[in-house]
Antibody, heavy 122, light 105 residues
Framework: QVQLQESGPGLVKPLQTLSLTCTIS??????????WSWIRQPAGKGLEWIGR????????NYSPSLKSRATISADTATNQLSLKLSSVTAADTAVYYC??????????????WGQGILVTVS | DIQMTQSPSSLSVSVGDRVTISCRAS??????VHWYQQRPGKAPNLLIY???NLQPGVPSRFSGSGSGTDFTLTISSLQPEDFATYFC????????FGQGTKVEV
């Protein structure tokens, strides 16, 4: 069973870089054909997909609205996915989730979620 | 990028009611729409995948339909545990989520 655990600072100052790590167990960043993603949710609001890493070819894709500030990378040695979001403002305050597709193909749903980590920009 | 417009944003209902939530995509996305339920403080939980397929373990009162640009989640007879927020998601091109529908008393 794939398990995801987000970690990182819960408080980031404005204009600094938010850095989060997702530790993966029960799955691997080097096996299968999967999309490992970051998704965020401001309090009381909807879900926003930030971007993803694709295991098959190591490529990354980003939401157009965050593409200029977000960087997703995969550390295959430690089996961790990371997110860096630069020049943060209060609008970046949210619960950040690590997630993976269910594994039934390119168009499949999200099958696995981390518990989420609240990051406050203040 | 593909936008998902979900409606209504909130719904006041009673136990036993039939509930319908809609999602409209900004372009045709075949049947690559999935529906999730989210309870406060928890990650979303998959209910319906590929427009109309019930995720194993999800009660049969949940159903989904639609193709192209218009999609619907239906709860045939609302139960107390169904008071939650529901999201649609497209996976046709990258991922995008609807803004959510809060189902409340």
């Amino acid at each position: 069973q794939v398990q995801l655990q987000e970690s990182g600072p819960g408080l980031v100052k404005p204009l600094q870089t938010l850095s989060l790590t997702c530790t993966i167990s029960g799955g691997s960043l080097t096996s299968g054909s999967h999309y490992w993603s970051w998704i965020r949710q401001p309090a009381g609001k909807g879900l926003e997909w930030i971007g993803r890493f694709y295991t098959t070819d190591g490529t990354t894709n980003y939401s157009p609205s965050l593409k200029s500030r977000a960087t997703i990378s995969a550390d295959t040695a430690t089996n961790q996915l990371s997110l860096k979001l630069s020049s943060v403002t209060a609008a970046d305050t949210a619960v950040y989730y690590c997630a993976r597709d269910r594994g039934d193909g390119h168009y499949g749903p999200v099958g696995y979620w981390g518990q989420g980590i609240l990051v406050t920009v203040s | 990028d593909i936008q998902m417009t979900q409606s209504p944003s909130s719904l006041s209902v009673s136990v036993g009611d039939r509930v319908t939530i809609s999602c409209r995509a900004s372009q045709s996305i075949s049947t690559y729409v999935h529906w999730y339920q989210q309870r406060p403080g928890k990650a979303p939980n998959l209910l319906i995948y590929a427009s109309s397929n019930l995720q194993p373990g999800v009660p049969s009162r949940f159903s989904g339909s639609g193709s192209g640009t218009d999609f619907t989640l239906t709860i045939s007879s609302l139960q107390p545990e169904d008071f939650a927020t529901y999201f649609c998601q497209q996976s046709y091109s990258m991922w995008t989520f609807g803004q959510g529908t809060k189902v409340e008393v």
